[in-house]
């Protein structure tokens, strides 16, 4: 019943790895984002997505892809982690129409060592 | 930035008393929502309000939104320990494209 999810809740690396964050939304929106929170709680639009579609990339290293397959998923790949990549991710999903507000995921919370 | 910015960045009171937070913001916007994040979870979405919205009403929320001063306001009336968390204003731009602010970390001391 969880309308979005993500996977993992936890994720500690090394640097230079590369790993990767899934995200599902089962509320059929279609629009889904990925966000950055920081230690200062200082949350940071990454990307948006619509029907699969990239409709916003903010000033994001490249270092960070997302992937859509499908209008359900949106997720984030990651290489060669940094130390200043810890943080909290959390995806989210709206409808596009911009009536209603977002519905955000637990979080992952990505510690790079 | 486009980044609203949330004032105070901390609130404490006692229960029963009502708080009020407030947000201010740089461009013209399509909608502003405020959202609630407990010490550890994801956001929860708690009201929007639209550009040619002035005052909108949820339960013991109100948020109000003043376009021409770029600015608006959520109070919480007759809070309870339970509204401990830190509350975020976020502008919409376009429709799906969104900017948070910093956040109000609230207390409210049974």
């Known amino acids: 019943d969880t309308a979005v999810s993500q996977t993992p809740k936890y994720l500690v690396t090394q640097m230079g790895n590369d790993k990767s964050i899934k995200c599902e939304q089962n509320?059929?929106?279609?629009?889904m984002y990925w966000y950055k929170q920081d230690s200062k709680k200082f949350l940071k639009i990454m990307f948006s997505?619509?029907?699969?579609?990239?409709?916003i990339n903010e000033t994001v290293p490249n270092r960070f892809s997302p992937k859509s397959p499908d209008k359900a998923h949106l997720n984030l790949h990651i290489n060669s982690l940094e130390l200043g990549d810890s943080a909290v991710y959390f995806c989210a999903s709206s409808q596009a129409s911009g009536r209603a507000g977002q519905y955000f995921g637990p979080g992952t919370r990505l510690t790079v060592t | 930035s486009q980044q609203g910015e949330e004032d105070p960045q901390a609130l404490s009171i006692q229960e029963g008393e009502n708080a009020t937070m407030n947000c201010s913001y740089k461009t013209s916007i399509n909608n502003l929502q405020w959202y609630r994040q407990n010490s550890g979870r994801g956001l929860v979405h708690l009201i929007l309000?639209?550009?040619?919205?002035r005052e909108k009403h949820s339960g013991r929320l109100r948020v109000t939104l003043d376009t021409s001063k770029k600015s608006s306001s959520l109070l919480i009336t007759a809070s309870r320990a339970a509204d401990t968390a830190s509350y975020f204003c976020a502008t919409d731009l376009t429709g799906n494209q969104f900017y948070f602010g910093t956040g109000t970390s609230l207390t409210v001391i049974p």
């Open positions: 509320l059929g929106h279609d629009t």
């Open positions: 997505y619509n029907n699969k579609e990239l409709i």
């Open positions: 309000i639209r550009s040619n919205e």
